[in-house]
């Protein structure tokens, strides 16, 4: 017989369980070996009243801790210098007026209690209104008007109370109260942009304010987002013939052959694909083959517009500014021409640096937007390279100049003027514009070199109907 005995049901623990022993690692709540965190720092393995009553005193501590921290960064905001002055100047009163029995001394304090009183109340509740601000137009000229509106809106069932709110404009800074708006209504202000000379301006935000009579604190509410106004220089229109000085219909030929320009070059055999206007009859006549003409590609003309910035070779703010419309004027046309041009200006040397800066400052000649863009930011400064050096500099840098034009100021006298024009290379137009404001135009030709002095914008149009006209 098979001796059959009970297989026993009882599971086998894993190795790992068997191996565990009460106080190791593996059975201690909240602590792995090895891993530290702010409750082991504090207690460290012990348990019990002690260690709980150290971790919730820090909790504690930390919650209160956060709470001053966010009281004072309230009261911080809104308090002014004058505030805390006053506030210091209350405690010190009270304190040695009971201290040393001062009654004026403490009737001080007592006042400065009561100016703290009221600039508390006056921070009570906020405003229901809702203020808008229309974008001002991004970009204007000088002299154009140009302005925001500043809507408020009462969409509650009461009657709002007076509120001021500022608004920036460049660095000016302008206040527009709105008095008592009615239920459901809406009130509008006006606000200019002064463009009476050019730069970069920027509008906003609007920012409520709210304080107490004495200026003890000041509340701000931030209501729209800043904008920007681009104020251009004032251009004048220049017709495109008007620039005799360039010779855009006979050009400079290159070596590059075309089917098609204005430079006759040659005469050769038809080939598949030629144009049938260029077929040249005589000669195919003569040599039974048919023949077309073959020409030379010619290239428009490269204008280079030079603007100094070199405080020195300008009298006034007043003479700069009719240099910058001058160039300005000059870049824009031939941009609208469709011409090649260059517009550079002299680049500043920093304040601190070791040696001069030896650059220019290419300005983008995309659309006569950008430029009038740059050149609404373009400033006078002391330590710039001189007309001759920028000339140099241009000169050398860009290929295939037909005419430069230097805008100067009055303070750039001629000889200055005529070695500026001899950093060109040979067969360039060099014309100075020399700005000097409120002086009679005159015109002046020397060898290699074209001087037209302007005292108004408008003169730069005569000037140049004159030199198409020489």
């Known amino acids: 017989m098979t001796d059959r005995r009970p297989v026993s049901t009882r599971s086998r623990r894993p190795s790992s369980t068997r191996s565990r022993r009460p106080g190791t690692a593996y059975e201690r709540t909240g602590t792995v070996a090895g891993l530290t965190n702010v409750r082991t720092r504090l207690v460290g393995e012990r348990q019990g009243v002690a260690a709980e009553a150290v971790v919730g005193a820090v909790r504690l501590w930390r919650t209160a801790w956060r709470s001053v921290a966010r009281s004072w960064d309230a009261v911080s905001s809104v308090v002014t210098g004058l505030g805390w002055t006053v506030a210091v100047l209350t405690v010190v009163a009270v304190v040695v007026g009971y201290r040393f029995g001062l009654r004026e001394v403490v009737v001080v304090g007592f006042a400065g209690i009561l100016l703290v009183v009221v600039a508390a109340i006056a921070l009570i509740g906020h405003s229901r209104l809702v203020i808008r601000m229309s974008p001002p137009a991004r970009r204007v000229a000088v002299g154009d008007a140009a302005g925001v509106t500043v809507t408020a809106e009462n969409p509650s069932r009461l009657p709002s109370v007076p509120v001021t709110v500022e608004v920036p404009v460049g660095s000016g800074l302008v206040d527009v109260a709105i008095p008592t708006i009615a239920p459901r209504t809406t009130f509008e202000r006006a606000v200019p942009v002064p463009t009476v000379r050019r730069g970069v301006l920027d509008v906003g935000p609007v920012t409520g304010v709210r304080a107490d009579p004495v200026g003890l604190v000041r509340r701000e509410i931030v209501w729209t987002a800043r904008e920007q106004v681009i104020v251009h220089p004032r251009t004048v229109a220049i017709p495109s013939t008007s620039t005799g000085l360039v010779r855009d219909l006979e050009g400079q030929a290159t070596t590059d052959l075309s089917p098609a320009d204005i430079s006759f070059h040659a005469i050769r055999e038809y ?88 650059a220019v400052h290419r300005l983008p000649t995309v659309t006569p937007t950008r430029l009038l863009d740059e050149f609404a930011s373009v400033a006078l400064a002391d330590a710039c390279l001189p007309v001759a050096e920028v000339a140099r500099i241009v000169g050398s840098d860009t290929a295939g100049i037909s005419v430069a034009f230097l805008v100067v100021g009055s303070a750039v006298e001629l000889p200055a003027l005529r070695l500026a024009a001899t950093r060109f290379p040979i067969g360039v137009e060099v014309v100075a514009v020399v700005c000097e404001p409120e002086s009679v135009p005159r015109f002046v030709r020397i060898p290699g070199l074209t001087v037209m002095t302007i005292g108004y914008l408008d003169d730069l149009r005569l000037a140049l109907h004159r030199s198409a006209a020489v």
Do not use: C, N
């Open 271 to 358: 080939m598949p694909g030629d144009d049938p206007r260029t077929v040249h009859w005589k000669s195919t006549a003569k040599t039974g083959a048919l023949m077309v003409r073959q020409f030379e590609d010619t290239r428009r003309s490269h204008l280079v517009v030079a603007l100094g910035l070199a405080r020195s070779e300008f009298a006034d703010d007043e003479e700069f500014e009719l240099a910058v419309s001058a160039a300005a004027s000059l870049g824009t046309r031939a941009i609208r021409d469709g011409r090649e041009v260059t517009v550079v200006v002299s680049q500043r040397t920093p304040e601190f640096a070791r040696r001069p800066v030896y």
